[in-house]
């Protein structure tokens, strides 16, 4: 009887052994698919006085759903030259689904392109997955990349992965901590003393009427239209955006004064007039002046800086022109903001 039970006993052992064992392998990350693209640099007369820095072409890959770029520099060339009418396009040409697509108008930053719909990218040596709710960053080491499945379903750091604020200058401090160490112990290695930037928004709307399209005499109709601006210095910890934007709402009021929402409405012409200078921490101060026109939009933006170092300081102007989609006429400098830490 006592050598049944021991045999019973044995037997359950190794099934449990084998149940573990699989469900160990079936969770270990196993690289799938590798797909290479090259990213050309968009000749752009809004980004003429920045093109002569850039290269002329990127090199980046798709692994397994994420994207992964080489290292630091072309992350930072790639969300700088990414332009926001093409998303979509780039998108749907690698056959990719980003997080910034399932995001609304006003929390759409160009950064948030880069991350898959779990939220992860890959930059050189590091997994990071943004989470926008809570505000954090969570980063994996591609040495321990097997527990990559670990990073997709945390909400915080644990022994593998280490938890950052958006807030944080996440690229720095990995730096000055020599990768990631989730206990949260660095040593300091004094790379740079210079203050962080605060972040900043302002934002202004004008509002007008103006007449609309009709055919006949009795549909004649006013448009009911605002404008709005935004400046803003946006820290999304592994990148910060000091970004110029504008959107457009509009209400149709027809000759019966029922007003409905029109979809349609765009700026024939947008102006922005930018004044700016930042300083990025322990870098040479960038200063400019320069004016971006957007065509046919109801919603457009212009990047002044997109980086994943923060700055130590910034200045941003913008003067606000626009010409109306209806009339043709043009509201010029109708308003102007500024921002600066």
């Known amino acids: 009887m006592e050598k049944k039970i021991y045999y019973l006993s044995l037997l359950f052992l190794s099934v449990l052994l084998i149940t573990c064992t699989k469900k160990t392998s079936e969770t270990k990350y196993i690289q799938k698919e590798l797909k290479t693209f090259?990213?050309?640099?968009?000749?752009?007369?809004?980004?003429?006085?920045?093109?002569s820095d850039a290269p002329e072409s990127i090199t980046y890959s798709m692994i397994d759903g994420r994207l992964k770029f080489n290292n630091e520099d072309d992350f930072?060339?790639?969300?700088?030259?990414?332009?926001?009418?093409?998303?979509?396009?780039?998108?749907?040409?690698?056959?990719?689904?980003?997080?910034?697509?399932t995001l609304l108008e006003d929390e759409k930053y160009t950064v948030y392109a880069t991350l898959n719909r779990n939220g992860i990218v890959q930059v050189g040596h590091y997994i990071f997955k943004l989470i926008?709710?809570?505000?954090?960053?969570?980063?994996?080491?591609?040495?321990?990349?097997d527990h990559l499945y670990e990073l997709e379903g945390a909400t915080d750091g644990n022994s593998l992965i280490q938890a950052f604020s958006f807030d944080d200058e996440v690229f720095g401090k990995l730096e000055e901590q020599g990768g990631v160490n989730p206990s949260g112990a660095t040593e300091e290695k004094s790379i740079c003393r210079d203050r962080y930037a605060n972040e900043n928004s302002k934002t202004q709307a004008i509002y007008y009427t103006e007449p609309g399209y009709y055919f006949r005499?009795?549909?004649?109709?006013?448009?009911?239209?605002?404008?709005?601006?935004?400046?803003?210095?946006?820290?999304?910890g592994i990148a910060v955006q000091l970004i110029c934007k504008y959107s457009n709402t509009n209400k149709t009021i027809e000759s019966s004064r029922r007003a409905f929402e029109s979809a349609s409405l765009k700026t024939k012409n947008t102006l922005f007039h930018l004044v700016y200078k930042y300083t990025p921490r322990c870098r040479s101060t960038v200063s400019n002046e320069v004016d971006?026109?957007?065509?046919?939009?109801?919603?457009?933006?212009?990047?002044?800086?997109?980086?994943?170092?923060?700055?130590?300081n910034y200045s941003l102007s913008s003067t606000f022109s626009f010409q109306s989609y209806y009339t043709l006429?043009?509201?010029r400098d109708v308003f102007s903001l500024n921002i600066l830490d």
């Open 292 to 312: 971006i026109i957007i065509s046919d939009k109801k919603n457009g933006s212009y990047n002044v800086y997109s980086n994943t170092r923060d700055c130590k």
């Open 132 to 145: 926008p709710a809570s505000r954090k960053v969570l980063v994996l080491s591609d040495a321990t990349i």
């Open 217 to 236: 005499s009795d549909d004649a109709s006013m448009h009911s239209i605002e404008f709005r601006g935004t400046l803003e210095y946006k820290k999304i």
């Open 76 to 101: 930072n060339q790639f969300i700088n030259y990414l332009e926001e009418d093409d998303i979509v396009g780039w998108e749907s040409s690698i056959d990719f689904h980003s997080l910034y697509s």
């Open 38 to 51: 090259t990213f050309y640099i968009k000749n752009n007369l809004n980004q003429a006085h920045k093109l």
């Open 329 to 331: 006429i043009w509201r």
